[in-house]
């Protein structure tokens, strides 16, 4: 079984930073994509951040020159860096992981349970 566990998040004041992490335990064998979504209440998940195994980001538009996402391949961690925060930048983010290969299976997506952020003086 495959778990995603989210860490990190908290308040935090406008123009303030935080780091957070997503780590996925099991027997892993690959993982194709990582990436984070936001959700606020009324609105559907927006993508925040992706990364493939290689490397290769994208972003949205509104995480574009103040986040950076990154990711450890050998420890199965994806790892979100949020500067210059912005109260609209308020959300539950989420951790998702997309073509799992773990012994004897493959799981197209996971999700993590999500962690809160909030930007407020």
């Known amino acids: 079984q495959v778990q995603l566990v989210e860490s990190g998040g908290g308040l935090v004041q406008p123009g303030g930073s935080l780091r957070l992490s997503c780590a996925a335990s099991?027997?892993?064998?690959?993982?194709?994509?990582m990436g984070w979504h936001r959700q606020v209440p009324g609105k559907e998940r927006e993508l925040v951040a992706g990364?493939?195994?290689?490397?290769?980001?994208i972003y949205g538009d509104s995480a574009k020159g103040r986040f950076t996402i990154s990711r450890d391949n050998a420890q199965n961690t994806v790892y979100l860096q949020m500067n210059s925060l912005k109260p609209e930048d308020t959300g539950v983010y989420y951790c998702?992981?997309?073509?799992?290969?773990?012994?004897?299976?493959?799981?197209?997506?996971?999700w993590g349970q999500g962690t809160l952020v909030t930007v407020s003086l």
């Open positions: 998702n992981a997309v073509r799992v290969v773990v012994a004897g299976d493959t799981y197209l997506e996971l």
């Open positions: 099991g027997n892993i064998f690959s993982i194709n994509g």
């Open positions: 990364i493939t195994s290689g490397g290769s980001t």
